[in-house]
């Protein structure tokens, strides 16, 4: 069986490399196995005769990163919080080289590194707070004592972060190329080892050399944040962070683990963990590759939310956006530029970028205003409405239809929150099936290939509420009675609203 973590040494350097994501265990982050392995491989490394600096590093895929972060910070020996203590007391240099996605037990480890050197594909995520949890081992404690009140924003948000915004926030020192990153690793290493131990990389408790304006910061971003009553984890999030602001290293840590343990408990935190691996295991029946794929540069959307148009915008896309109200577009671009201001002041925007993204923005009044695009994703509330997209279609866009069924030659959608399920109403339109598939994920959408499952039980639904017309009963007291039942709307009073 092949090693985990393994560990070579080159000019009184011990590079250990943990296995990628995509050669290791599907879907595990820093499992036990992992952690015992990495244990044993930094007792290897330290044993090293003339050991001058560590470089740590991953294979194939970068770094180790689950679907569930809570396994990373299991209390199994050794636990996440021990190997992080380890390396931060290392009297070599530590250096790492980021590449894949930066989170959970990734995000703690790198942290305590003295520098770190990221490929311009890696990405940053703290997906914690969305299930209920906060970044431990030290992930929120040495965060904020970083970067204050910006990380806040970034724990609280959830936000993918590329390397820029992540160097903005103290997760990373500098960017890479592919064929530098690990002679810039070694020679950085080295340097700061003929340095001698007082010569460290970076600062890291940057936030603590002005507290007041830190903490004045750490509110102001969880005022922002207010209004999330639904998880106890933003508060709990916000009274880390103050504590990390406030107290000494050791008494902030232990302040993070109690809190920790306590959302861990919870029933909610259950829940979301297991939504999260149901999702993931749906997506893994029938996924939609993206590889290879057209890129999509032009999109047309009827009736989008702003945080799908702002995602979409920051990945450089062209978007048109058009509503059934006027005064529904007006608030729309209020969204919008509401998002991209709050990104802006958070530091994970720059503002530069954020004009580009807005010039890219196209606002129009009619379905008919639509200009030359790739795709037309819309969410009619009629038919009349439906039907009028399908008239003022451009020429050579694909229409992918949302809440209403797909006629020949469309796309459909059903949507759940953040998971879309898509598929082709005809076969002559699967093979713009991944091309859709990618323009829902640059929007923030897990997307299942699937076979309309939603609109075959609606008719199902529809078609048992006929049954029992034919056998007596009135339209509307079906209605009542599964309105009392606890459906949202009558089977016949939503037929009518469809114009059926």
Known sequence: MARRVSVQRREGVAL????????????????????????????????TPGLQAIVLRAGPGGWPCGIDPAEDYSPDQPTLAALCARLLQASVPVVAVLSGTISGGALALTQVAG?????????????????????????????????????????????????AQAMALGLCDAVASEGTIETAALAEALRVAALGPE?????????????????????????RHSARIDLPAIARIAEVAEAALLLPLSAALD??????????RSDTAAALRHLARARAAAQQLAAVPTEGVAPV???????????????????????QICTTAPEALARLLTGIARAQEQAVAAGALDPARRAADWARLDPVAAPEAFGPTDLVIAKPVSLEERD??????????????SGT???????????????????????????????????????????LHA???????????????????LAGAAPQAVDAALTRWGFAEGPFARAARLGA
């Open 16 to 47: 250990v490399t943990l296995e990628g994501a995509a050669t290791g265990p599907k879907d595990c982050g820093f499992d036990p196995a992992l952690r015992r392995a990495l244990d044993a491989a930094l007792s290897e490394a330290f044993a």
């Open 115 to 163: 520098l770190r050197l990221a490929l311009a594909a890696t990405r940053f995520h703290c997906p914690e707070a969305g299930l209920n949890l906060l970044p431990a081992a030290g992930g929120t404690v040495r965060l904020v004592r970083r970067a204050g009140g910006a990380a806040l924003e970034a724990l609280l948000s959830g936000r993918v972060l590329d390397p």
């Open 199 to 223: 010569a460290p990389f970076s600062p890291r408790e940057g936030a603590l050399a002005d507290p007041g304006a830190a903490l004045d910061a750490l509110a102001a971003a969880r005022a």
């Open 255 to 264: 302040v993070e683990a109690v809190a920790f343990d306590d959302l861990s």
């Open 297 to 319: 540069l032009r999109v047309a959307l009827w009736n989008p939310s702003a945080a799908q148009t702002e995602a979409l915008l920051r990945r450089g896309l062209s978007v």
């Open 388 to 401: 009028r997209l399908r008239r003022a279609l451009p020429a050579g866009a694909v229409l992918a239809l």
């Open 405 to 447: 069924a797909p006629g020949p030659g469309e796309l459909g959608i059903d949507r759940s929150q953040r998971f879309a399920a898509i598929w082709a109403a005809t076969p002559e339109r699967l093979a713009d099936l991944p091309r859709l598939a990618a323009v829902l994920r640059a929007g923030g959408m897990r997307v």
């Open 451 to 469: 076979r309309a499952l939603a609109l075959r039980l609606e008719a199902a639904w529809l078609c048992a509420a006929d049954r029992c017309v």
